[in-house]
């Protein structure tokens, strides 16, 4: 393979950041330091940007099978290394659910033959994710499956979940949980509250969440084993979570860009572009989400990429679809809201987008280290932007960031030494 050397830019590594070149061989980092050169070697002139290790994203929704209207593998990951992202694991509500190693195979397959980002197939925990019973979960790990979940439905019976979480420990692996009780969500479209009373709209309860994130909870500290909480969203669920890590809980969380860049107020427009599950919450769940996320108590930040079709958005508020299309804002938005913001340093950003993701998974990957693949995301941090979701490759231009003033533009995506993506005309 080709020699590429990355010339003049700053590195983003775990103890900082430091000027430095970087020598990418085979596919790999073989040298970070000064004054680098290397005969034959493709030279990439980063002055002035940033070299962050790729961004890895723990939850997407590719679509395919079954919703390529929707999206597909093809445009999900164009629009995943748009945004610096090297690698994103696929949830598992296609149709047919991936459920199956065949399914598994599948998804692995088509993700090497669009040849962009690197496709991680997240198994379904039961069949049909109709939480019933268990899914093949080792064939699909044999055919590739990183971790399984039924994420867009919690697994509401405790045994057969507490079952998911002993046979997922048991081949390496672990369960993401979309927690949600359903009783209690009972329809509502919005968060529970004085703007969903004001707009008219059934609310969710924040008791919706937090509940069924206890339970997660206390099957993993019974039975001491991993498990990895989805999209968190309210001030309780921050701090059960941070409770049960001070107790010693082998738990990790995530949490999305609209949790700690939007509250409520933005649904009084009736833009179903607003329209997520869980929902956008209050200014103190957002200033928590915050909190979390500097102290730990949260790992790591994740798109939930979700697009749709424009006719699923363009109805009602209490008909439209759920989601929000983020692999291509989530980077500029959380450079934005936490770097500038005062809340993250940006070595820290780079451990809850790159390290933590591969850490949880066990994926290659995350950190800038001589001998590591190179999967690398360089950004001009100084450059601003408008958010224009016509702008966008993936299908789903589904966003209520549209007009949005950030920070941090992408410029390249590299993926195992090959630039999978480049913006550097901007």
């Known amino acids: 393979m080709k020699k590429l050397l990355i010339k003049g830019g700053t590195a983003v590594l775990p103890q900082g950041c430091a000027a430095c070149d970087i020598l990418v061989e085979n596919g790999k980092i073989a040298q970070i330091g000064q004054g680098l050169s ?15 290790p790729g961004l890895i994203d723990l939850h997407v929704h590719l679509r395919e099978p079954g919703f390529e209207y929707k999206e597909d593998i093809a445009s999900g990951s164009a629009a995943a290394v748009r945004g610096g992202f090297t690698q994103v694991c696929c949830m598992p509500n296609t149709s047919p659910v991936c459920d199956n190693a065949a399914i598994v195979s599948y998804i692995v397959q088509r993700g090497r033959e669009v040849g962009l980002c690197k496709v991680r197939p997240v ?16 064939k699909m790990k044999d055919a590739g499956a990183v971790a ?32 949600e009780d ?3 969500a009972d329809g509502g479209v919005v968060n529970e509250g004085y703007n969903s009373t004001l707009a008219g709209l059934k609310g969710i309860p924040r008791a919706a969440e937090e509940v069924d994130v206890a339970r997660v909870i206390l099957l993993a500290e019974t039975l001491g084993l991993r498990a990895h909480i989805c999209h968190v969203s309210t001030r309780g669920a921050v701090q059960l979570l941070r409770e049960a890590k001070a107790r010693g809980v082998r738990v990790t969380a995530e949490t999305c860009p609209h949790y700690f860049t939007l509250t409520d107020d933005a649904i009084a427009s009736f833009d179903a572009n607003t329209k997520v599950n869980p929902p956008l919450r209050e200014q103190a769940d957002v200033e928590a989400v915050k909190a979390g996320l500097a ?24 008909l439209a ?4 299309s983020g692999l291509e804002t989530s980077f500029a938005l959380s450079y934005t809201a936490l770097v500038r913001g005062g809340v993250l340093r940006i070595e820290q950003l780079a451990e809850k987008m790159s390290a933590a993701p591969a850490r949880i998974l066990g994926l290659e ?14 950004a001009d941090l100084q450059e601003k932007f408008v958010i224009d979701p016509s702008e966008f490759v993936s299908k789903g231009k589904n966003t209520p960031f549209a007009g949005r003033e950030v920070y941090g533009r992408v410029k390249y995506t590299i993926v195992d030494g090959a630039v999978k993506f480049s913006n550097k005309k901007q």
Request: aromatic fraction near 6%; proline fraction near 2%; hydrophobic fraction near 45%.
């Open 182 to 184: 359903k009783a209690l």
């Open 295 to 318: 102290d730990g108590t949260l790992d790591c930040i994740v798109t939930d990429h979700a697009p749709h079709h424009a006719d699923e958005k363009n109805v009602e508020y209490n």
């Open 321 to 324: 679809a759920f989601g929000i």
């Open 365 to 378: 990957g995350g950190v800038l280290e001589e001998g590591a693949a190179a999967d690398l995301m360089l």
């Open 38 to 52: 290397a005969a034959g070697a493709q030279v990439l002139d980063a002055a002035g940007l940033h070299v962050f």
């Open 123 to 138: 198994g379904a925990m039961t069949v049909g994710e109709r939480g019933e019973s268990l899914a093949e979960m080792g």
């Open 148 to 179: 399984f979940s039924d994420d867009g439905k919690p697994v509401s019976d405790s045994r057969i979940l507490r079952l998911a979480m002993e046979y997922a420990s048991g081949f390496g692996t672990l369960t993401l949980s979309h927690c």
